[in-house]
């Protein structure tokens, strides 16, 4: 049977509320702000093939993670599609694993593309590639998504300036912009301010969107798609709420690297339908 | 000892634009990346030729890494070039994530490498970059040491599948290994037979070590003299047949003595085979303002520290 995004997305929170559980250690703070993103990206709207899937990308659509801890929501989805077993998400972050704390290729994951975790450079490597892609004739376009507190890193609007200026019309950035990094809220920290406007100012195609409502996201995503060969790049700034979809984990910076104790995995999962079978 | 002759002096700098304008004509993965540094780096002519294989990303080297490293993951062959410390110190973390733990084909264009940058002085005279390279996993090190071995080298870093840093300089420097000789990584390059002390040396000191030798010879000290172009990996075994028959060891590079060419054959010599030696380098300290002649001499890197740390170790024996 057919799911929809919102049942593979309640079985991706409740993969990563059990993976943090599991490995004692992780990301679920942003990991669930971007759940929603995640599953319909990958679920809907990417020309991507788990069969046919290389590292270099070629022939189709190709995913950057730049914000690289939040690794729970992309191993999750990257199962739930076919790229490596489900079951293998019970190894997150133990010893031998291919699932690395943070992506890296050199595990050999498949649906791996490039190492991240140190933040703001994944928008620099999406835009080489998505300059590659041109080069080599190819038509599919490169996503990527990074933080809203790891906008904070300079590269991120290095890469904004010449992203705008090499016209790369096939990369498609997403901000989870969740307003919460580890030390507080993000204004607090270091006053992001107005992202919209941010990035319309470096000459980019913005549109904004809830990042938990699908209807919502299918608009924003068509609205990149509609947005795309036309000379600019699209920054796609998705409003979402840290921690979403687990009470006592949403709206606030406290569970951004923080594992729940068992008694909080069952409240969690609690409040998570079982969709598509627990791994 | 053989004889080597000046051809002619240039810039090992323009040894790297020759040998880029070599690949843009024959392998279209090639692809060159600046931060607004065309001019310096000797690029104009790849620039010209394939416009559409040459991005100026400008004052921006972190992108420009990450830049590289995704065209390189989608089968590109990247040259991102720009100053020697801007190519390394300020773009450590991305080098390490995006390139070397990402195992991405970048090849990292390094120029005004050292000392002999001159009269910009110390923010730009990167003496610590070739420590900080072979330390990365993965990464190989090349420091060719005249323009035919550039642009030779050059071509052997496109034709190698990995991420490669490649050094070179600013100054007209005495051009005197063959046209036609092939760069093969990882080989040591024998200038000198001898018996008597083992010299190593790279990049411009090369060239100073031959000189030493000759001098040396006439005193009746027989030298058995390496181009070490390939810092990493290093030629273990060649250099550890040398020591064995020589029984001491200098080393010349134009670099901190932290780091460099000197403590990597230190660290194989210690472990596999201790002997004396000297590291004529640059002791823990910056550098300054003035003509790359001037500051080879400030700085003890010359034919005649060489020759004297050489006489040093024989006297010993």
Redesign the interface.
């Known amino acids: 049977m057919e799911y929809t995004p919102r049942q593979i997305a309640s079985q991706v929170r409740r993969d990563i509320v059990r993976m943090v559980t599991g490995a004692a250690s992780g990301h679920p703070g942003g990991s669930l702000s971007s759940t929603d993103i995640m599953t319909w990206l990958y679920f809907k709207e990417m020309d991507i093939n788990p069969k046919t899937w290389q590292r270099d990308g070629s022939h189709q659509d190709m995913f950057f993670l730049s914000a690289g801890h939040i690794t729970p929501v992309f191993y999750s989805v990257l199962a739930r599609r076919g790229f490596f077993p489900v079951a293998e998400l019970d190894t997150f972050r133990r010893f031998g694993s291919r699932l690395q704390g943070h992506p890296c290729i050199e595990k050999g994951l498949p649906g791996i593309h490039q190492a991240a975790g140190s933040l703001g450079q994944g928008l620099s490597t999406a835009l080489g590639a998505a300059l590659g892609k041109k080069l080599t004739g190819d038509s599919h376009r490169v996503f990527v998504l990074v933080g809203d507190g790891e906008s904070e890193e300079g590269q991120i609007w290095e890469a904004a300036i010449v992203a705008a200026h090499q016209k790369a019309d096939n990369l498609v950035a997403i901000t989870d912009w969740n307003r919460q990094q580890i030390d507080g809220s993000t204004e607090d920290v270091a006053g992001l301010g107005d992202l919209e406007a941010k990035w319309k100012s470096f000459g980019w195609e913005v549109i904004t969107a809830d990042g938990h409502d699908f209807d919502s996201i299918a608009e924003a995503f068509a609205a990149a798609r509609e947005a795309g060969g036309k000379g600019r790049p699209v920054m796609i700034l998705f409003h979402t709420e840290m921690g979403h979809g687990v009470d006592f984990m949403a709206g606030t910076h406290k569970w951004h690297g923080k594992n729940p104790s068992p008694e909080q995995c069952e409240a969690a999962l609690a409040q998570l339908e079982e969709t598509l079978g627990d791994y | 000892m053989k004889e080597y002759i000046n051809s002619g002096s240039q810039d090992t700098r323009s040894g790297f634009g020759a040998g880029l304008a070599i690949l843009g004509r024959t392998n279209p993965r090639v692809?060159a990346l600046t931060a607004d540094l065309k001019g310096s780096l000797k690029m104009d002519e790849f620039a010209a030729e394939h416009p559409?294989?040459f991005?100026e990303?400008?004052i921006?080297e972190?992108?420009?890494?990450?830049?590289?490293?995704?065209?390189?993951?989608?089968?590109?062959i990247?040259f991102a070039g720009t100053f020697a410390n801007f190519a390394t110190a300020r773009v450590y973390?991305?080098i390490?994530?995006?390139v070397c733990?990402?195992?991405?084909n970048v090849k990292i264009a390094a120029s005004h490498a050292g000392i002999t940058l001159g009269e910009d002085g110390a923010t730009h005279q990167t003496l610590e970059d070739v420590g900080m390279m072979r330390m990365l996993p993965g990464m190989t090190v090349l420091v060719p040491c005249d323009y035919n071995q550039t642009v030779a080298a050059t071509l052997a870093a496109a034709a190698y599948e990995g991420p490669v840093y490649l050094r070179f300089g600013r100054p007209k420097v005495p051009n005197f290994t063959p046209a036609d000789e092939p760069f093969i990584i990882g080989k040591a390059q024998q200038l000198a037979e001898g018996g008597d002390v083992t010299i190593l040396a790279n990049g411009h000191l090369v060239w100073e070590a031959i000189q030493a030798a000759k001098a040396l010879e006439a005193e009746g000290i027989s030298v058995d003299l390496y181009n070490i172009h390939t810092v990493k990996p290093l030629d273990e075994k060649a250099i550890l047949a040398s020591v064995a028959r020589t029984g001491c060891v200098v080393v010349a590079e134009e670099h901190l003595v932290a780091g460099g060419l000197g403590e990597a054959v230190a660290g194989l010599l210690a472990e596999r085979h201790p002997a004396p030696m000297r590291i004529v380098a640059i002791r823990d300290q910056f550098g300054q303002s003035g003509t790359p002649a001037q500051l080879m001499q400030a700085y003890g890197l010359d034919a005649a520290h060489i020759a004297a740390a050489a006489r040093e170790l024989y006297g010993r024996k």
């Open positions: 692809v559409d294989r991005f990303v400008g921006a972190a992108n420009m890494i990450g830049m590289a490293a995704g065209m390189a993951l989608t089968g590109s990247p973390d991305q390490r994530q995006a733990y990402s195992h991405t």
